[in-house]
């Protein structure tokens, strides 16, 4: 059986890639910061319908917590073949209001916990190996408030596209999904209803996207069948952008 850790594991995009690539019969490592009970209830999902999980707690802002993090998959299911970093963080600010503290919060779990997830995975993960980053649409629509945000998730590609030839040589794909607005908590957290609304209102479907949405384009990435794909950011949006 094939192992996949996802961090931010919990809720929203990274619970919903835990679940798919449990039925795709990967055992899977269940990551969180704080969120122990709705990690506990990934877990249980997946057990119920006869996967195998583990939740694991570490911030992933932390290089300590994910090398703990690494070892204990590795302790756990023998060895890792797929890691999804899905922990992430959403601010929205004017840029002139944005305060050092948040600053410093959302570097350190979109930046800092984006390269301490692919630094451990490039010297774990199996041959043949799958790595899967989340960047956002927010980059292609370039809206106000989204200064800070942006600029970690600009940097995730980058990282993507430099992980993909250093490890290519040992057949693992490093690739990005970009979602567009999705019913998560992270997404709706302070926007009112019009704002919602009219996010919903710009894809050709005029809805907003769900989970389920972006963990297949991810579980595609990490099968066999996108062997080919390498070093790309997939803009699963609906078509807003």
Do not use: H
């Not at 877990?43 to 939740?55: D, N, P, Q």
């Not at 630094?119 to 989204?146: C, F, H, K, M």
């Not at 769900?210 to 069948?225: H, T, Y």
């Amino acid at each position: 059986m094939r192992t996949a850790i996802v961090t931010g594991a919990s809720r929203g995009i990274g619970r919903a890639c835990a679940i798919t690539l449990a039925a795709q019969r990967f055992a899977v490592v269940v990551n969180y910061a704080g969120s122990a009970d709705e990690a506990a209830q990934v877990v249980r999902e997946i057990e119920s319908a006869g996967g195998k999980a583990l939740a694991v707690q570490a911030d992933v802002a932390s290089a300590t917590a994910v090398a703990r993090l690494f070892d204990g998959a590795e302790a756990a299911f023998d060895g890792i073949d797929v890691v999804v970093s899905s922990a992430g963080v959403m601010t929205n600010g004017p840029i002139a209001e944005v305060a050092d503290d948040e600053f410093d919060r959302v570097i350190g779990i979109n930046l800092r916990g984006t390269f301490n997830v692919f630094r451990e995975t490039a010297r774990r993960v199996r041959d043949d190996g799958r790595l899967i980053g989340l960047s956002s649409t927010t980059l292609a629509l370039n809206a106000p408030g989204y200064g800070l945000y942006n600029a970690t998730k600009g940097a995730v590609e980058g990282i993507v596209r430099v992980a993909a030839k250093e490890l290519g040589g040992r057949g693992i794909t490093v690739n990005a999904v970009a979602p567009g607005p999705v019913e998560t908590g992270l997404f709706l957290d302070g926007k009112s209803e019009a704002d919602v609304q009219r996010m919903a209102g710009m894809a050709p479907q005029k809805r907003l996207g769900r989970p389920d949405d972006i963990a297949g384009v991810v579980a595609f990435l990490a099968s066999p069948q996108a062997a080919w794909v390498n070093g790309q950011v997939v803009r699963a949006n609906g078509g807003i952008a």
